[in-house]
């Protein structure tokens, strides 16, 4: 589950980072100064939102390499590294994509994942603890999960996705911290936001951001269906649930990066209430259950 926090991380943190500068450059004072640019504000929101989504999703990549020290394989040194970029190379044709990139790191937690700006520049990253403790098959259907990720452009709707919930989130803050600036200014003269405005709209960015948070928790959790059964064609059904039961067996408290963890193959344990909200995959017992209804 390391693709969709990391990306999701990295969002937060670009979106953040722009409104800062826009703050220090005076933009907000255009917006509210003298009243509620409505038409500039869209603009301005859907460009920021938009924007730090896309910046995310070029960078994912990168960041992705560097957060977990993944070492890619430019020329295969052992048997393994040479099945793996067979395997995948495999898949990605049958999958209709570009070769991805293929990489390992070191973790002892069986998981894997993909990311990269689009579907034929991306990269597959597996960790030491799946090529040590899961068996050849249930490593290729991993693999195909994963190609699988890339196949279906979980990475470019999550994009178009974020941007959209970063627009609104942009827009709400700014209009709530504007209504609650005029408030506490009623009757004095103002030239232009006070920090009422600033610490209001600081505040509901936060919150409306953690509340979109959610949202691209939920579609993490309904791709994953999809990448299941993408695994279960490219692998074998029989080999994407014999993996996901090994998975479960294995199961730990993810070490991924917490950033990264929406896009690896494992996902978190069973949770209820906020917590199971705040999942970025499917239970196990889940997703075998709906690959096993396939057949």
Not at 136 to 147: D, R
Not at 209 to 218: N, P, R, T
Not at 228 to 246: F, S, T
Request: no cysteine; hydrophobic share 50%; glycine share 12%.
């Amino acid at each position: 589950m390391k693709r969709i926090l990391l990306f999701v991380a990295t969002n937060l943190a670009v979106v953040v980072l722009l409104g800062i500068i826009a703050q220090l450059l005076g933009v907000d004072r255009l917006l509210v100064g003298t009243g509620l640019n409505i038409t500039g504000l869209m603009i301005f929101s859907v460009i920021f939102g938009m924007g730090g989504s896309v910046i995310s999703l070029l960078m994912s990549k990168w960041v992705a390499k560097r957060s977990v020290g993944a070492e890619v394989i430019e020329q295969p040194r052992t048997q393994v590294e040479q099945w793996l970029v067979e395997t995948v190379r495999r898949q990605a044709q049958g999958a209709g994509i570009g070769m991805p990139e293929v990489a390992i790191y070191s973790s002892p937690e069986p998981n894997a994942f993909a990311t990269g700006a689009n579907r034929n520049s991306a990269l597959v990253a597996v960790s030491t603890g799946l090529l040590e403790q899961m068996r050849t098959e249930e490593v290729e259907a991993v693999l195909g999960h994963e190609v699988s990720h890339v196949a279906n452009g979980d990475m470019v709707t999550l994009t178009l996705l974020q941007g959209v919930l970063n627009t609104f989130v942009i827009a709400l803050s700014r209009v709530i911290g504007h209504i609650v600036d005029q408030a506490l200014s009623r009757g004095h003269s103002s030239r232009g936001p006070g920090i009422g405005y600033f610490l209001t709209s600081l505040v509901m960015q936060a919150v409306f951001g953690f509340l979109a948070s959610l949202v691209v928790m939920a579609f993490s959790r309904h791709r994953e269906f999809h990448a299941d059964a993408g695994g279960a064609r490219l692998a074998g059904r029989g080999k994407m649930i014999a993996a996901l039961e090994r998975l479960r067996q294995l199961h730990e408290p993810s070490q991924l990066p917490a950033q990264m963890a929406a896009f690896g193959i494992s996902g978190g344990g069973l949770g209820s209430g906020l917590r199971k909200l705040l999942m970025t995959h499917p239970p196990l017992e889940e997703r075998i259950a709906a690959l096993r209804q396939q057949g």
